[in-house]
């Protein structure tokens, strides 16, 4: 499931704040860090819930959109 938002960053307190873009009183604080720079690290509270993720940062040749090319038009879907 696709879910779109807002972030605000505020880079001194390395903090960012999502809000939801259905429901903009939904909103998620995470503390940032980044112990190595492949690896960022976000750690808050969704809801009730505490979360720690650890990220991992891929390089524009992991993208699809780019390992592939990109074509306006195909003659046979990608996917099939």
Same mark, same amino acid.
Not at 16 to 23: E, V
Not at 40 to 66: F, K
């Given at each position: 499931?696709? #879910?779109? /938002?807002?972030?605000?960053?505020? &880079?001194?307190?390395?903090?960012?704040?999502?809000?939801?873009?259905? +429901? =903009?009183? !939904?909103?998620? #604080?995470? /503390?940032?860090?980044?112990?190595d &720079?492949?690896?960022?690290?976000?750690?808050?509270?969704?809801?009730? +819930? =505490?979360? !720690?993720?650890?990220?991992?940062?891929?390089?524009?040749?992991?993208?699809?959109?780019?390992?592939?090319?990109?074509?306006?038009?195909?003659? =046979?879907?990608?996917?099939?």
């Open positions: 499931m696709l #879910t779109y /938002a807002d972030v605000k960053l505020d &880079t001194t307190a390395r903090h960012m704040t999502l809000a939801l873009a259905q +429901d =903009s009183t !939904r909103t998620m #604080t995470f /503390a940032y860090s980044t112990p &720079t492949n690896h960022p690290e976000l750690i808050g509270l969704a809801g009730a +819930d =505490s979360l !720690r993720m650890t990220l991992e940062r891929i390089g524009p040749h992991g993208m699809l959109l780019v390992d592939r090319g990109f074509h306006l038009v195909n003659e =046979s879907p990608y996917n099939r």
